[in-house]
T-cell receptor, first 114, second 112 residues
Framework: KAGVTQTPRYLIKTRGQQVTLSCSPI?????VSWYQQTPGQGLQFLFE???????NKGNFPGRFSGRQFSNSRSEMNVSTLELGDSALYLC?????????????FGPGTRLTVT | GEDVEQSLFLSVREGDSSVINCTYT??????LYWYKQEPGAGLQLLTY?????DMKQDQRLTVLLNKKDKHLSLRIADTQTGDSAIYFC????????????FGQGTTLQVKP
């Protein structure tokens, strides 16, 4: 099975712009979670989608949003970019067949805001 | 509250055992995980343990859970240079679907 894929892998944007990141989960996985990784804050949970619905949300401002499509692919959007949004954005997928929440991560998208 | 703590750095010699420690504060943790991150890469799931278990062994990896002390450890036997990476422990809480709560990561340096 192919792993979790994320596109693009690298992105450079300017303050005030918006950005959309894409995540394709492992085939058969219906849950997709997004995380932000920075040197200062570590790994922080953004949100989780299941069956096209946001099921859980972390403590991020409304500039961070996401969605999931019927094929379980997910996108996250960040509007009005700030310098502090520079980070590695990771998505993870799981089957959600039980409660173990084994999450398998993609390679991430490295976003740099200048 | 949700808090997972790890020591930041561990250095070992090739062939020795490594023990990476983690403490967590929420006693309702359901599952606890160990992930590995190599430079420029995403997170690789190494192993996980259900909260009602004390130990889990998987080849060179041994996970020990002391629920009373809220302490989790990962032992890597016969550590190799390829094991050099950052290791994260993480927990899930009941009802908090899809959310892993991570520690800050332990950098493991393996010297030849």
């Amino acid at each position: 099975k192919a792993g979790v894929t994320q596109t693009p892998r690298y992105l450079i944007k300017t303050r005030g712009q918006q950005v959309t990141l894409s995540c394709s989960p492992i085939s058969g996985h219906r849950s997709v979670s997004w995380y932000q990784q920075t040197p200062g804050q570590g790994l922080q949970f953004l949100f989780e989608y299941f069956s096209e619905t946001q099921r859980n949300k972390g403590n991020f401002p409304g500039r961070f949003s996401g969605r999931q499509f019927s094929n379980s692919r997910s996108e996250m959007n960040v509007s009005t970019l700030e310098l502090g949004d520079s980070a590695l954005y990771l998505c993870a997928s799981s089957t959600d067949a039980g409660v173990s929440y084994e999450q398998y991560f993609g390679p991430g998208t490295r976003l740099t805001v200048t | 509250g949700e808090d997972v703590e790890q020591s930041l750095f561990l250095s070992v010699r090739e062939g020795d055992s490594s023990v990476i420690n983690c403490t967590y504060t929420d006693s309702s943790s359901t599952y606890l995980y160990w992930y590995k991150q190599e430079p420029g890469a995403g997170l690789q799931l190494l192993t996980y343990i259900f909260s009602n278990m004390d130990m889990k062994q998987d080849q060179r990896l041994t996970v020990l859970l002391n629920k009373k002390d809220k302490h989790l450890s990962l032992r890597i036997a016969d550590t190799q240079t390829g094991d050099s990476a950052i290791y994260f422990c993480a927990e899930t809480l009941p009802g908090n679907t899809g959310k892993l709560i991570f520690g800050q990561g332990t950098t493991l340096q393996v010297k030849p």
